[in-house]
């Protein structure tokens, strides 16, 4: 069972916009919509802010949106603030084999 | 809310044992799945498996011969079992509703694998 992959790292500066993405296969995320985002703070537990690729949990802001194209979905964060500082996690549902995989996390820095 | 409860510090190759406690809703019902969730000190997220009230599991293929999980809908909670650990399961356990969408997490619950 391979991990999704995302990239170590992203940054931006406050008010724009940065895009994380999660690669996977056919297999996972180009195979089925159950591609979740999570945003981890410092010392905190996970917290889901986009589910079913798009779809947004009340209470997360809409700066937050989700899309996929083929093997690889993405989280774009819109209007960077300086509370978006965190690690983010995407998940994808693997098949009857494999059901749920993680990405290795994407640490954001608002410069 | 999820509340985890168990041994914090396991011995080599003994059996790590947790519990969540489920408040505020039913783990009944069969909406919902529960899984549990754990991250080594430092790194990323590994989903061990869940399991519906029904009793039927879904687990990791790296772990599922060393995991079980239970569930005890008369105590609205379910509980994980690891055995013959080693250093490498040394993690922040995390329980948590549902699997392929996990909408509310427990705090977690450090849990040392040393001799």
């Known amino acids: 069972q391979s991990a999704l992959t995302q990239p170590p790292s992203a940054s931006g500066s406050p008010g724009q916009s940065v895009t994380i993405s999660c690669t996977g296969t056919?297999?996972?995320?180009?195979?089925?919509?159950?591609v979740s985002w999570y945003q981890q703070e410092p010392g905190k537990a996970p917290k889901l802010i986009i589910f079913?690729?798009?779809k947004r949990p009340s209470g997360v802001p809409d700066r937050f949106s989700g899309s996929k194209f083929g093997n690889t979905a993405s989280l774009t964060v819109s209007g960077l603030q300086a509370e978006d500082e965190a690690d983010y996690y995407c998940?994808?549902?693997?098949?009857?084999?494999?059901?749920?995989?993680f990405g290795g996390g994407t640490k954001l820095t608002v410069l | 809310q999820l509340q985890e409860s168990g041994s914090r510090l396991v011995k080599p190759p003994q059996t790590l044992s947790l519990t969540c406690a489920v408040y505020?809703?039913?783990?009944?019902?069969?909406?919902?799945?529960w899984s549990w969730i754990r991250q080594p000190p430092g790194k990323g997220l590994e989903w061990i498996g869940d399991?519906?009230?029904?009793?039927?599991?879904y687990y990791n293929p790296s772990l599922k011969s060393r995991v079980s999980i239970s569930v005890d809908t008369s105590k609205n909670q379910f509980s994980v079992k690891v055995t013959s650990v080693t250093a490498a399961d040394t993690a922040l356990y995390y329980c948590?509703?549902?699997?392929?969408?996990?909408?509310?997490w427990g705090q977690g619950i450090l849990v040392t694998v040393s001799s």
């Open positions: 998940s994808s549902y693997g098949g009857s084999e494999n059901f749920v995989i």
């Open positions: 079913e690729v798009i």
């Open positions: 056919s297999s996972d995320v180009g195979g089925y919509d159950y």
């Open positions: 948590a509703r549902g699997a392929t969408t996990l909408d509310s």
């Open positions: 505020g809703g039913s783990i009944s019902g069969g909406t919902y799945s």
């Open positions: 399991i519906y009230d029904s009793g039927t599991t």
